[in-house]
């Protein structure tokens, strides 16, 4: 039974982390500011309107230009559409963009290998020494 509290609190710590907001630094780095952007970054519903406007037309302008880019680098696409979704969290052209131009993982099954041939008769075994 001494097993038994260690493995609860394998489960415990991530979930009290998650709760606690620790883990999503990854989303907290996505939307760090870029050079020559307001530090912090604000959105479209910003409490300041200048803030909020600007926070509007950039993703306005982000989001055409992912459009521009999703045929040939939807890596960058995909890259601009986060960053839409940054400024403006409520976004749905910004989620399906995301969707639209999020990397495929194409898993391809390998060509079956030729078997060795198994013959069905066995060889006679060799005679005993003399």
Do not use: K, Y
Not at 117 to 123: D, L
Request: proline letters at 15%.
């Amino acid at each position: 039974m001494e097993g038994r509290p260690a493995l609860g609190w394998a489960f415990a710590i991530p979930v009290a982390l998650l709760l606690l907001g620790a883990m999503p630094a990854h989303a907290e780095r996505a939307c760090a500011p870029w050079p020559g952007e307001f530090d912090p970054l604000p959105t479209v519903s910003d409490a300041d309107p200048l803030r909020a406007r600007w926070a509007r037309l950039r993703a306005e302008q982000l989001a055409a230009r992912a459009e521009e880019l999703e045929p040939q680098d939807p890596v960058e696409a995909n890259r601009l559409w986060q960053r839409v979704l940054c400024l403006d969290p409520g976004s749905a052209s910004a989620h399906t963009g995301i969707e639209r131009s999020r990397p495929a993982v194409v898993l391809r099954a390998r060509p079956p290998r030729a078997r060795p041939v198994v013959r069905a008769e066995r060889p006679d075994p060799p005679a005993p020494p003399r």
